[in-house]
Nanobody
Framework: QVQLVESGGGSVQAGGSLRLSCAASGYTYSRFYMGWFRQVPGKEREGVAA???????SYADSVKGRFTISRDNAKNTLYLQMNSLKPEDTAMYYC????????????????????WGQGTQVTVSS
């Protein structure tokens, strides 16, 4: 059974940093596309960053230069280093995994990701 468990969320002031982790189990993690998504109440879930099995990454324009996605296949763990946080980064953050081929242009699209974690809240105050 595939399981994704996020951690590392919290409250931070603008300009601060957080590192999110997503521990994966129940599947061959290294072969999967992995992504971080976020959602605020009343809005659609949006892609933040994604990484494929070969290490190719994709970022939303709003986080480029501030966030870094990485994966440790030996530890079956996905990370999101978030620096220079802004109040508009406040959201519930989810990690997701997809076993099927994805074109690079679709890495940040939530549709098609097979598995999702329960989410971790990030709150950035001004």
């Amino acid at each position: 059974q595939v399981q994704l468990v996020e951690s590392g969320g919290g409250s931070v002031q603008a300009g601060g940093s957080l590192r999110l982790s997503c521990a994966a189990s129940g599947y061959t993690y290294s072969r999967f596309y992995m992504g971080w998504f976020r959602q605020v109440p009343g809005k659609e879930r949006e892609g933040v960053a994604a990484i494929d099995s070969g290490g190719r990454t994709s970022y939303a324009d709003s986080v480029k230069g501030r966030f870094t996605i990485s994966r440790d296949n030996a530890k079956n763990t996905l990370y999101l280093q978030m620096n220079s946080l802004k109040p508009e980064d406040t959201a519930m953050y989810y990690c997701a995994a997809d076993s099927d081929y994805r074109s690079p242009w679709s890495y940040l699209l939530p549709s098609g990701y097979d598995y999702w974690g329960q989410g971790t809240q990030v709150t950035v105050s001004s």
